[in-house]
């Protein structure tokens, strides 16, 4: 499973993992340790004064292969999808590494390699996990070796610590080393005077301090387990005292050199300036509502957050854990705490606060750094899933089939490329644009409505041009949502998603997905034109672009608009004249300077859709049309054909009257379809028919 997550995320995706990478590459080509003063302006970052047993144990591993010498330099995605919501697909490969869909030189294939190398030992991290859960579960359950291996699974089967066990990350280190940490504290309660058992829980507790400085908050489980068998056993404290100090100064004596170094040499006993030199470190620690306020992402994030954290499936993916997890709670109403119980507790207690502690100082959220205690609270449900273990080969199957699921519906539909398609889809909006190769054939977006802060979930779909020949570079679009005076409130770039055009097939089609926010005010009641463009590169010059034999450098494909405000109700049913979908709720008529000026109250009942236009035809006495006007329901900045149900929208109709005579007129109105010249059928306030027409009154012209 590690292998497919590891072969489907592509290189320098996970996250951090360009730092981790930087920081072993380091070790294996120089034999030193980062410098934090000096490397955290590099590659390497906020990694520099990581703990070192990964790094260094990945730097060995590179060594059995050469991959050349090359600069440690990633090519960042300029229009990567963050922030944008986590759920959609969009252009989520931030540093443009993909082999397969991306143009590559040869020294970054050659790191890509190298990166995809040493992601090879991260399962072996995982193994080492999996044991300490396996082993943590016979010290609960010492004849169930069966309900062992289903907590190992249960444990094991979580898409984002597969993740973790896939990538090039300081984690799988911590974790592996945390299990076993906890499995050493529950088998000292069965065996709290164990010498061999003090020693490998010494050991493994130093490995864990000595992967990441999370691991120290481990080192209270074994004494705590010692404790725990030593109560049970009632011996004396001396005893005690000194088997807690043994295995502190075991782990001590493994994991301490590297704490004292930091502290000598950069004044930084657990490496936490780099840390805080970034931008997501709080000016002021945060209070614990704040933190408390951000721990619904979290909690989100314990199971599926992949990529860098900006990737996770919908409601759907989270069926599974969420139902074992309430089958867990149920259970729980029939089981007695046990001394294992008791340590469980401690270490889920231990992480929360190791945690929060990280969330007060760093504006970084995310599940995985749970992970060093996340063994802790798996085994908790399963000791509640135990009063349901005829299921087991259920759950197992349940949760390994959402791990593998997890692939094709979330990871590799945000970072592979889209599917080629033989025809045009369906339902598309917007004209066809040919960009001198590539074809624009339309869009389609989750609504056309609008507020402060919303993200647009569009499709854009294009296709290939014809013949052979192979475009050697990808592409950029920009789709850009504009006031009608032109002020931006909403853009997005990106490349096309096919990436390069090497991968292109001649003359198929394929479709973008991505989110584009609406970062600026806007205005009740109005549109917004969406602008089209395609850029070459490198000079980054808008391609021209051809519209119905128009040749143009940025192209209307068409608009989003804002709901206008709602309508009384009374309002409405009180409209003086109702058309198909609309009523005219309220009007006024004056003439200033030979201008007869109307000021129109539309009511809708239902969203006419529909280009309909405006007749506004001035009578004489006679019966003659002596002047008219024909404009489009609410003008330029809110047409007819964006209006929803149930809104209330102003508008103001003039019609010059300026080579009329003095007397009196009259004022007839209508809509109509301008492509049929069909007028809509008028009713009267009590939905009694009255024509194709409305007498709003007569207007004396001096």
Not at 340 to 365: E, K, N, P
Not at 427 to 449: E, H, K, M, Q
Request: glycine share 8%; proline share 7%; aromatic share 12%.
């Amino acid at each position: 499973m590690t292998t497919l997550y590891a072969e489907t995320v592509p290189p320098f995706e996970g996250p951090d993992e360009g730092e981790h990478f930087a920081y072993v590459m380091k070790v294996a080509r120089t034999g030193n340790f980062p410098n934090p003063s000096h490397d955290l302006d590099t590659t390497i970052k906020q990694a520099a004064a990581q703990a070192p047993l990964y790094y260094t144990t990945a730097a060995l591993f590179t060594r059995l292969r050469d991959f050349g010498d090359w600069e440690v330099r990633y090519q960042t995605n300029p229009w990567g999808a963050y922030p944008s919501p986590v759920t959609g697909r969009d252009n989520r490969n931030h540093f443009m590494m993909q082999p397969r869909q991306h143009a590559m030189t040869e020294d970054q294939r050659q790191m890509s390699a190298a990166l995809q190398w040493i992601r090879r030992i991260a399962p072996l991290y995982g193994i080492l996990a999996l044991l300490g859960v396996y082993c943590s579960a016979l010290a609960i359950w010492p004849t169930q070796k069966s309900w062992a291996v289903f907590a190992a699974l249960a444990y094991g089967m979580n898409p984002l610590l597969i993740q973790t066990f896939a990538l090039a990350s300081n984690d799988v280190a911590v974790i592996a080393f945390g299990s076993l940490t906890l499995a050493a504290g529950l088998h000292l309660i069965n065996d709290w005077q164990s010498n061999r058992l003090l020693i490998l829980a010494g050991v493994v507790m130093g490995l864990a301090a000595l992967s990441k400085a999370s691991g120290l908050a481990l080192w209270s489980i074994p004494p705590a387990g010692i404790f725990i068998g030593w109560w049970q056993a009632k011996h004396n404290w001396r005893s005690l005292i000194l088997r807690c100090v043994a295995v502190i100064a075991i782990a001590s004596l493994i994991a301490g050199w590297w704490y004292v170094r930091g502290w000598i040499l950069y004044d930084d006993l657990l490496g936490t300036a780099p840390h805080k030199a970034q931008p997501w470190a709080w000016d002021e620690p945060q209070s614990i509502s704040q933190i408390l306020s951000r721990t619904p992402i979290l909690i989100l994030s314990l199971w599926a957050n992949f990529g860098s954290g900006e990737v996770r499936p919908a409601e759907w993916g989270y069926i599974v854990p969420l139902t074992l997890l309430g089958l867990g709670l149920i259970g729980w109403l029939y089981t007695h705490p046990t001394r294992h119980t008791l340590l469980l507790l401690l270490t889920v207690g231990v992480g929360l606060a190791a945690l929060f502690q990280w969330m007060s100082m760093f504006d970084l959220i995310t599940g995985r750094l749970t992970y060093p205690y996340y063994n802790a609270f798996v085994l908790l449900v399963v000791t509640g899933l135990y009063h349901f273990r005829q299921w087991r080969g259920w759950f197992a199957g349940a949760l390994g089939g959402m791990a593998l699921v997890m692939v094709p519906a979330v990871i590799i539909h945000a970072f592979g490329p889209p599917p080629l398609r033989n025809h045009t889809p369906d339902n598309l909006a917007g004209p066809v644009i040919d960009f001198g190769g590539p074809r624009f054939l339309g869009y389609t977006v989750d609504s056309n409505l609008i507020h402060n802060g919303d993200y647009r979930h569009f499709k854009l779909c294009w296709q290939a041009p014809d013949g052979s020949q192979k475009i050697p570079l990808p592409y950029p679009f920009s789709l850009t949502v504009t006031t009608l005076d032109s002020q931006l409130v909403g853009k997005r770039e990106s490349f096309t998603g096919l990436g390069n055009y090497t991968l292109w097939q001649p003359n198929k089609i394929f479709c973008d997905e991505f989110a584009l926010p609406i970062e600026k005010n806007v205005q009740a009641g109005e549109i917004y034109p969406l602008q089209l463009s395609l850029f070459g590169l490198p000079d980054g010059i808008p391609l021209e672009a051809t519209v119905n034999g128009s040749k143009q450098r940025s192209v209307i494909i068409g608009h989003l608009w804002t709901p206008a405000p709602p309508i009384d109700l009374a309002l409405l049913d009180s409209a003086p004249f109702r058309f198909e979908g609309v009523a005219l709720a309220r009007y006024t008529m004056d003439i200033t300077d030979n201008i007869l000026s109307l000021h129109l109250t539309w009511g809708t009942y239902s969203a006419p859709r529909r280009p309909y236009k405006l007749f506004v035809h001035i009578l004489d006495a006679a019966g003659q049309k002596v002047a008219q006007s024909d404009p489009v329901p609410g003008g330029e900045r809110y047409p007819i054909w964006a209006w929803g149900q149930g809104e209330q929208i102003e508008d103001v109709v003039s019609v010059p009257m300026l080579d009329l005579s003095a007397g009196d007129y009259q004022v007839v109105i209508g809509i109509y379809n301008p492509d049929t010249f069909q007028r809509l059928p008028v009713r009267d306030t009590n939905g009694t028919p009255i024509g194709d027409s409305a007498l709003l009154g007569t207007v004396t012209l001096e």
